[in-house]
């Protein structure tokens, strides 16, 4: 082919007409960029502006499309210069050419360079992808020394070893090390070697490089994977299983084999092999669970059992699955872990068994006992505790957040923060409280609060409880009252001595002053005789004052001579009405008998009943100035009351109980407001109760008494 | 020498009476505590015996000292206890509370003259300074 400086073609033989495919004469006159392909077309132009200025010859192959579009042609050509125009003489290299795109293709893909060196002539040849793997451009200046430098440090010596024994002995190589390309980038790379040999000595090495960091990395990772695996098997105390259905084989991790004894020579076990290293009173649930567990839905899978180790001792473990099913839903594969809970239930029973125990404490130990944050919230009550703040207040501490001062007895709530907060101080404060039960009995309880610290001794929590003291208060409630009550009796004996000494020594005054005056001469008749009369006045209140004293010391006696009578009571008791008569009278006191008319009797010893109901009779008189005093007997089925009213000065209520006692009267200390001995009351007391009578009194003060005497009709 | 008696024994009061009218002295009888203190508004007085137990719901001798004590014109006249009260401790009780003096019953007229003398005798010495 003959073209111009522009690429028109004037002239061309046969045979580029046919690889050309075109008809005879048809290409001469047409330009030569019509057939050349684009990639092409500019390095064609450079070519030719080379050849003009050079004029040498250049050996360059193109690429074009044929006329009939159906295929690529590519002619290597031989272009030579001369006279304004260029000689191509070319040859079909289409074949040739698409070995070499397609090795090319092959090359770029599989990140594979080639090379190969001539050691005669000490020349080496990189392929364009050995360039790109070491981040350079193709046709950079390299030889085995310069390469060598991509190679880490450590590699330089034994890949250089690989290569003298390569080139030296023949000795190939197939080796996978690391580079740092020339951008810096870290590479694993596999470079073989292969020397061709003549008469025992290498003439040729050829070789390849490949770029294998995908794989290298994805072993790596498979080998961390498996090292993950092989790690967390190791450090969790379990068992990671894989349960083939089908075949009923089971995988498990080679430490947990041992640990249970299992064959460690193959990874897979027979189902049935493991089975037997369940506890038997296990195995019938579990296999049920295990049974069940299979077919239901989802894919979860749980059980639990006890088994045996190969020390013989069984431990409580757990067991998680995940099942893999197939279309028709059976489970076909399942992955899953067996987790050692032994130290777990140790625990949850040892924990179970303290509760128990704490239960027993807070239930037993005290009246009540309660355990409450810092907020002063229940956190642990008692049952009885529990029980009455539920009647009391509907709540359930157990289940509900509550507040102890919002379920407490009122009379706790005013002396409870004062304790709380002293406990929140770390004090340890006891206090007595009063509390009413449900039954109106009351209870004392001693409270101690006792604040409870953790580990960093801050206190968390106190510690409530109530002590029940009330059989101790009451003792000493009763100590105290027969301390009270001694010394009443004391005070009792020093009156009856006041008393009794002041009753005697008045008359005796008026007694003795007479002596004194009668002694010293008294003359005229008419005062002597006052005077005598005087004294036997004074006499008969002292005689009176002794006999009293007599009577009430002679009680025993009379008891044991007592005269029973059957009496009736209408007339016994007029004949004492009658007997102070004259007393009334001389007062002006409206003086009142009221019998019955059933005629009551009973069977009584007249004398003494007669004595007590005269002195009460009397009494009445005395104390009443104004008014009436009424006498009242009246019948009853088995007993006969005898009352006595009066409208006088009444007695006070505090006295009232104490006028039975002898020698004391209404007025105890220094103010006697009544005149006496003060024996007269308690001793119609002594005596009704001697016939197997009963004394009552009421009164008011200022508006009167009423005493109630009943006797039984028949003793 | 003017004294009076507050005792609601009539026995003990008349015989007081007489013993002391014998020892040259006037005696005003006062049976309880109210006429007392009428009669004291209207006698010059030199000596007041009080006995204690004035009876049933009256004032006591105890209660009229202290109404004694109130009245400004009372306040140089002796007053003297004189009671049946006479246990152990009784004695110390009375003049703790205002008596200048106190005599139990039986009264000791011995004593009780000596002291009336003595009131007199006082009285006489104020008499001649004037």
């Known amino acids: ?715 | 020498m003017n004294i009076l008696y507050v005792e609601d024994n009539k026995i003990n009061a008349m015989v007081m009476n007489k013993m002391l009218t014998k020892n040259a002295s006037t005696v005003v009888i006062a049976e309880n505590g109210p006429t007392a203190l009428e009669i004291v508004k209207d006698s010059a007085l030199d000596l007041i015996l009080v006995d204690i137990n004035l009876g049933l719901n009256q004032m006591d001798g105890c209660e009229l000292l202290k109404r004694f004590k109130k009245l400004d014109f009372l306040k140089n006249t002796p007053i003297y206890a004189v009671t049946a009260y006479a246990m152990p401790g009784d004695a110390q009780k009375f003049i703790k509370i205002g008596f200048d003096k106190y005599f139990s019953k039986p009264v000791n007229f011995e004593k009780l003259l000596a002291a009336i003398a003595k009131v007199k005798s006082k009285m006489n010495n104020q008499k001649s300074e004037h």
């Open chain 1, 1 to 715: 082919m003959i073209f111009d400086q522009n690429g028109d073609v004037c002239e061309v033989n046969k045979r580029c007409e046919v690889i050309f495919k075109l008809p005879k004469g048809k290409i001469k006159g047409q330009s030569i960029y019509n057939f050349l392909l684009d990639d092409d077309e500019l390095i064609f132009k450079e070519t030719i502006s080379e050849l003009y200025q050079n004029k040498e010859q250049i050996s360059k192959t193109f690429g074009f499309a044929t006329l009939a579009s159906d295929a690529i042609l590519y002619v290597k050509f031989d272009l030579i210069y001369s006279e304004e125009r260029i000689y191509a003489f070319g040859i079909d290299v289409t074949q040739e050419h698409e070995e070499h795109t397609l090795l090319k293709s092959l090359s770029s893909l599989t990140k594979t360079g080639a090379w190969h060196y001539d050691p005669i002539n000490d020349k080496v040849y990189f392929s364009d992808e050995c360039y790109h793997l070491h981040d350079l451009e193709p046709g950079t200046s390299l030889n085995m020394v310069d390469a060598l430098h991509y190679y880490p440090e450590s590699s330089r010596e034994r890949v250089k070893n690989y290569w003298d024994n390569l080139i030296d002995h023949g000795i190939s190589y197939d080796y996978v090390d690391q580079i740092l390309t020339k951008k810096g980038k870290k590479k694993w790379i596999r470079v073989i070697g292969e020397a061709i040999k003549h008469k025992d000595k290498v003439i040729f090495v050829n070789g390849s490089f490949s770029d294998i960091t995908d794989q290298q990395n994805y072993i790596e990772q498979l080998k961390h994977n498996e090292e993950t695996k092989k790690l967390a098997l190791k450090g969790i105390r379990s068992g990671l299983f894989d349960h083939i259905i089908e075949t009923n084989m089971v995988f498990y991790s080679k430490d947990f084999r041992r640990m249970l004894g299992l064959p460690l020579d193959t990874d897979f076990v027979p189902e049935e092999a493991f089975r037997k290293m369940i506890h038997p009173d296990d195995l019938d649930e579990a296999m049920e669970r295990h049974k069940i567990n299979l077919q239901k839905t989802g894919y979860h899978y749980f059980n639990h059992y006890r088994l045996k180790h190969l020390d013989g001792q069984y431990r409580h473990y757990d067991v998680y699955g995940y099942r893999k099913k197939d279309k028709e839903g059976n489970t076909i594969r399942m992955i899953g872990n067996l987790i050692d809970v032994h130290q777990k239930k140790i625990n949850e029973r040892t924990i179970a068994e303290n509760h128990r125990r704490l239960t027993a404490i807070v239930n037993n130990s005290f009246a009540y006992t309660l355990l409450l944050n810092t907020s002063g919230e229940i956190l642990i009550a008692d049952k009885d505790s529990i029980k009455i703040i539920k009647r009391d207040f509907g709540v359930d501490p157990t289940t509900t957040t509550c507040r102890f001062i919002d379920v407490m007895p009122v009379n706790f709530k005013s002396t409870f923060a004062h304790e709380f907060n002293e406990a929140l101080k770390g004090h340890t404060v006891k206090k007595e409280i009063e509390r009413m039960t449900i039954k109106g009995s009351v209870q004392w309880l001693e409270s101690k609060y006792t604040p409870i610290r953790d580990e960093e001794n801050t206190i968390k929590s106190v510690l409530v409880v109530f002590h029940d003291i009330t059989e101790q208060k009451t003792a000493e409630l009763a100590i105290k009252e027969a301390h009270i009550k001694e010394q009443e009796l004391s005070n009792l004996k020093s009156n009856i001595l006041s008393n009794f000494s002041h009753e005697i020594r008045t008359p005796l005054n008026g007694i003795m002053t007479i002596c004194n005056m009668l002694l010293l001469g008294e003359e005229n008749p008419g005062d002597r005789k006052k005077l005598a009369t005087y004294l036997d006045e004074s006499k008969e209140r002292l005689l009176a004052t002794i006999n009293n004293l007599s009577h009430f010391s002679e009680i025993e006696t009379i008891q044991k001579n007592l005269n029973y009578v059957e009496v009736d009571m209408n007339y016994t008791v007029e004949t004492s009405f009658r007997e102070y008569r004259h007393f009334a009278n001389s007062k002006n006191l409206e003086y009142i008998l009221k019998l019955d008319e059933n005629c009551p009797a009973a069977i009584i010893d007249e004398d003494i009943f007669s004595t007590a109901l005269n002195n009460i009779i009397h009494n009445s008189i005395k104390y009443t100035d104004k008014g009436k005093v009424v006498i009242k007997v009246k019948n009853e089925k088995k007993k006969v009351i005898v009352s006595i009213k009066d409208s006088g000065i009444g007695i006070g209520k505090d006295n009232l109980k104490k006028i039975f006692d002898p020698f004391v009267q209404e007025s105890i200390g220094l103010s006697r407001k009544y005149e006496g001995t003060g024996i007269g009351l308690s001793l119609s007391k002594r005596y009704i109760e001697i016939l197997g009578g009963k004394i009552k009194v009421s009164s008011k003060l200022n508006q009167g008494t009423k005493f109630i005497i009943t006797i039984p009709k028949n003793i």
